[in-house]
């Protein structure tokens, strides 16, 4: 799986590439407008990553010639502006999701990943981790080829650390991935704690082994270690 | 209003000129009349009431006992000789002596005929008059609505003017020096307006995404460092803090963000929303939070609350509100919800305010220290309220903190 990330800040997409590298993508940088024009134009790519506000360009110019030459890539907008109207002429031109800077690597990740299934094969696949097996358009889950029940936020969750494996989450993020960033409370850190303790407990009680560890202090990550 | 009064006045001063000379004219000639009548006695001594004035009616009367020689004139209503009719007469009395007897004789002129005169030339007045008010009014009219059209025009595209909007004001060039300075004036007040208000959206734009981006990167930097396997827990503890304060950083650049745009009035896309509606809605975005804290939501929504409004200011604002009755709750508390014709109240069981209510929608004033909340949330709600001539008032009854919006209702005249 080949990753376009067009980002001017070089330490940014050094982390963006890190971390996606990790995940077992291939990755390429581009960090001025024409390097990003020149790549998209000669390389196909399965999801771009692009940054709105670059140095000699703006971001929406490479969307709109993505559109044009390969309307299979995914795109992802990361952009300093919250505007609504950022928002909707980025997804009116053809972007598939926006994120607002400043964002969590693991959302950007598990977006990527979302994205791409959701491209390659329309969302009509399981996702399988050990015994855990997933029906992503029934949104079902089997652990151990039982049927398990979760509840929407749950179902999240599970999702989120299946697409961040071996991956410290913190809470943050996780609370952020679950309600949006419009709860900025102390209570959603609680929310976190409490539907995580449900999901470990439902999937002990089908068999399943305990993935999640929790870290001291900053979150928590499913492992198999 | 001034000429109608001058033009009643000298209507009347005519009215009375002209009877007074209808009058003088009748009464010299009652005088003459009176002449030729005493030189008739003086010459026969003797009156028969058929003698040869035709027109006057004489009346002789022999009077005993005192008398005076006073001439006196009077008005008199009498029948009239030739129809049924009343008319009114001028009187002329006198006394003399006929046939060495005392008599009373009155002489009288029918004045039929000058009242017609009269009203003749008050109703030939009284048109005249109307007819040149009129005119001189319409001559104003127009004549001012000529000499002020520059300023009505200027109005006029003032009032279209929006500084939002690209296009600068444009003023059509006037003759007269005051309009034409006018306009000058406010060219330059509108160009001011207009560079400030894009100095300022650009200064907004450029913060938060130069601020945003290196907050971006640490953001991005701790997430891989806290990856390492081998940390320390006073690592972990320094990372944690590091990650907080750049996420609150983060949410403070914003919140002030969305403050000055706010203020800068650059929300300038509005619908026609209910807020009541919006509520419902907003209401199952924090189903989980409040089966969570167990919160009793109670609704009271009698009416919707139209208003003309930005959709992302609308839900900005609710959403702050909620926020804040939710995290100021405790748990098993109780979340009103209020809604009568352009008011919204929403209220939440909470501890006793420490801080002034007055202070409340005042930046950075937060009531717990909780690192979470960066104190701008009612700051942001309160500026929106101000945008959109909003009342926004805070009260406390009995534990319960109620915030309330209500619409400034404009009269149908207004």
């Known amino acids: 799986m080949k990753i376009l990330v067009v980002e001017d800040e070089k330490g940014l997409a050094e982390s963006i590439v890190d971390y996606l590298t990790k995940e077992g993508f291939i990755c390429e940088v581009a960090n001025t407008f024409w390097q990003a024009d020149e790549k998209v134009s000669l390389y196909q790519y399965d999801c771009t990553i692009v940054d709105l506000t670059l140095p000699d360009g703006d971001g929406f110019g490479i969307i709109q010639t993505l559109k044009k030459i390969a309307s299979t890539t995914g795109i992802i907008i990361i952009s300093a502006r919250n505007t609504l109207e950022d928002k909707i002429k980025g997804l009116e031109i053809g972007s598939d999701d926006y994120m607002t800077k400043p964002f969590h690597l693991s959302e950007l990740n598990a977006r990527v990943k979302s994205l791409i299934r959701r491209r390659n094969f329309g969302g009509n696949n399981d996702m399988i981790w050990r015994e855990i097996r997933v029906q992503l358009q029934a949104r079902n889950v089997f652990v151990s080829e039982k049927e398990t029940l979760l509840s929407r936020k749950e179902y999240d969750l599970l999702l989120y650390f299946l697409s961040n494996i071996d991956v410290v989450l913190t809470k943050e993020s996780i609370a952020e991935h679950l309600w949006g960033d419009h709860m900025d409370s102390a209570d959603s850190l609680d929310m976190v704690y409490s539907h995580i303790k449900n999901l470990r407990r439902k999937i002990l009680e089908k068999g399943g082994k305990d993935y999640i560890q929790s870290i001291y202090g900053i979150g928590y990550k499913f492992t198999a270690a | ?414």
Request: net charge negative; with cysteine.
């Open chain 2, 1 to 414: 209003m001034a000429s109608l009064v001058i033009y009643l006045a000298v209507g009347i001063a005519f009215y009375w000129i002209i009877k007074y000379m209808i009058y003088d004219e009748i009464e010299t000639r009652l005088k003459v009349e009176m002449q030729d009548f005493e030189s008739f006695i003086r010459s026969h001594d003797t009156w028969n009431n058929n003698s040869y004035f035709v027109e006057n009616k004489i009346e002789v009367m022999p009077v005993s006992g005192e008398y005076n020689h006073a001439v006196v004139f009077k008005d008199t209503l009498l029948q009239n000789r030739y129809d049924e009719g009343i008319g009114p007469f001028r009187q002329l009395t006198f006394y003399t002596i006929i046939g060495g007897v005392p008599h009373r004789v009155s002489i009288r002129k029918s004045m039929i005929e000058s009242y017609k005169l009269i009203e003749a030339i008050s109703a030939a007045m009284v048109t005249f008059l109307c007819l040149l008010m009129i005119s001189m009014f319409m001559f104003q009219r127009r004549l001012s609505g000529k000499l002020w059209k520059p300023f009505y025009d200027t109005l006029s595209i003032i009032k279209e003017f929006d500084l939002t909007k690209k296009e600068k004001l444009q003023l059509p060039q006037s003759e007269v020096t005051e309009f034409s300075e006018l306009d000058d004036v406010l060219k330059k007040m509108a160009d001011k307006m207009q560079h400030d208000y894009k100095s300022l959206k650009e200064f907004t734009e450029n913060a938060s995404h130069e601020i945003q981006t290196p907050l971006a990167l640490i953001n991005a930097r701790v997430e891989q460092f806290i990856q390492s396997r081998d940390l320390s827990e006073s690592h972990t503890y320094w990372i944690e803090e590091i990650y907080h304060a750049s996420r609150r950083m983060s949410r403070l650049n914003q919140g002030l963000l969305l403050l000055a745009k706010i203020e800068n009035q650059q929300f300038t896309d509005t619908e026609d929303l209910d807020l009541v509606d919006l509520l419902k809605n907003k209401l199952s975005d924090f189903e989980d939070i409040l089966t969570h804290k167990q919160i009793d939501v109670k609704m009271d929504l009698r009416s919707s609350f139209q208003i003309d409004m930005s959709p992302s200011l609308a839900d900005i604002l609710l959403n702050n509100i909620l926020s804040n009755a939710i995290r100021h709750n405790y748990a098993n508390g109780q979340l009103f919800l209020e809604s009568d014709e352009n008011f919204l109240k929403i209220g939440n069981t909470g501890n006793e305010l420490k801080a002034d209510p007055e202070r409340l929608f005042e930046r950075f004033k937060k009531e717990s220290a909780g690192a979470e909340s960066v104190g701008l949330g009612l700051a942001i709600v309160k500026q929106i309220c101000d945008n959109y001539a909003l009342e926004i008032e805070y009260t406390y009854h009995e534990t319960i903190h109620s915030i309330g919006i209500r619409q400034e209702v404009k009269g149908l005249t207004g």
